[in-house]
């Protein structure tokens, strides 16, 4: 079970980007991807949840309405986009996911294989 993050940089307020966690060793399509972002000294947060095998999707209020979640499953990749960026939307991003079919939106304390991480930073 491996996850790679990708798709992070520099980019002005206002702007958008598009993360990628592509999988290998499962299919996106039966498993839970979460994505969480640290930010510097602060704590790791929860931003979104995605179960295509039963729809479960999750999006913490602060993104709510600027960032949507998608999957690709002939590439076996889920998709974080990011609309609309804050300044306090600069962290560390990470895809995570449970490896447990049909576990819906688990707690964070569930995920066990993370990707390694990619820094968004929204800044002028």
């Known amino acids: 079970v491996q996850l790679q993050a990708s798709g992070g940089g520099l980019v002005q307020p206002g702007g958008s980007l598009r993360l990628s966690c592509a999988a290998s060793?499962?299919?996106?399509?039966?498993?839970?991807i979460g994505w969480f972002r640290q930010a510097p000294g602060k704590e790791r947060e929860g931003v979104s949840c995605?179960?295509?095998?039963?729809?479960?999707?999750y999006l913490v209020d602060s993104v709510k309405g600027r960032f949507t979640v998608s999957s690709d499953n002939a590439k076996n990749t889920v998709y974080l986009q990011m609309n609309s960026l804050k300044p306090e939307d600069t962290a560390v991003y990470y895809c995570?996911?449970?490896?447990?079919?049909?576990?819906?939106?688990?707690?964070?304390?569930?995920?066990?294989?993370w990707g390694q991480g990619t820094l968004v930073t929204v800044s002028s």
């Open positions: 995570a996911t449970d490896h447990v079919p049909g576990s819906g939106c688990p707690p964070p304390r569930k995920y066990e294989y």
């Open positions: 060793g499962f299919s996106v399509d039966y498993y839970t």
């Open positions: 995605f179960s295509r095998s039963d729809g479960s999707t």
